[in-house]
């Protein structure tokens, strides 16, 4: 299974879209949908599962019984692009993404193939041997862009022999 780690503001959504933003409705739940149709490219291109890593994921969760307001909203639009959230990472704590991430990694049941990370801000996923994974998008200049969008899908198609060496780099 090939699984992206999903951050959601600023990457399917920016500074430049909030401000293209008046619908009051639009500002609850502020979802570029060029973004998200750029998360299905890269989806449809490599089979990878959704996990959230972003602050999003407080509202979202597997059981529907237990998803709030906005987590119903964004299973709702990623609905309508066919796509599903798959799981999302513990929450360890702030600004440790790194390692929230590397828990979900050593605690899924699935076999992982490749991972690759949209996110805007630097965690440090160098010092935490992830650099090689992270793709990372614009806060300001509209969230994910095409670019990155086929940055990532050549991420997922480089040769596992990169990600199999990671694996003894912990």
């Not at 979202?60 to 990472?89: Q, S």
């Not at 994974?133 to 969230?143: F, L, N, P, Q, S």
């Amino acid at each position: 299974m090939n699984v992206l780690f999903l951050d959601i503001d600023g990457v399917l959504n920016s500074e430049e879209y909030y401000r293209s933003l008046t619908d009051k409705n639009l500002r609850d739940i502020p979802i570029d949908r060029t973004c998200l149709a750029r998360v299905k490219h890269i989806v449809d291109e490599t089979e990878a599962a959704i996990v959230l890593t972003s602050s999003w994921r407080d509202s979202w969760d597997k059981d529907p019984e237990m998803l709030r307001r906005e987590g119903r909203t964004l299973n709702g639009l990623f609905k309508e692009y066919g796509l599903a959230i798959y799981d999302k990472t513990p929450v360890a704590h702030e600004g440790r993404r790194p390692v929230e991430i590397r828990q979900w990694l050593d605690n899924c049941n699935e076999k992982i193939g490749r991972f690759v990370i949209l996110d805007d801000y630097d965690f440090n996923w160098k010092r935490h041997r992830m650099f090689r994974h992270w793709v990372r998008t614009d806060y300001e200049k509209g969230g994910l862009s095409d670019d990155q969008a086929e940055k990532a899908i050549l991420l997922f198609r480089k040769s596992s022999f990169y990600f199999f060496m990671e694996r003894f780099e912990k």
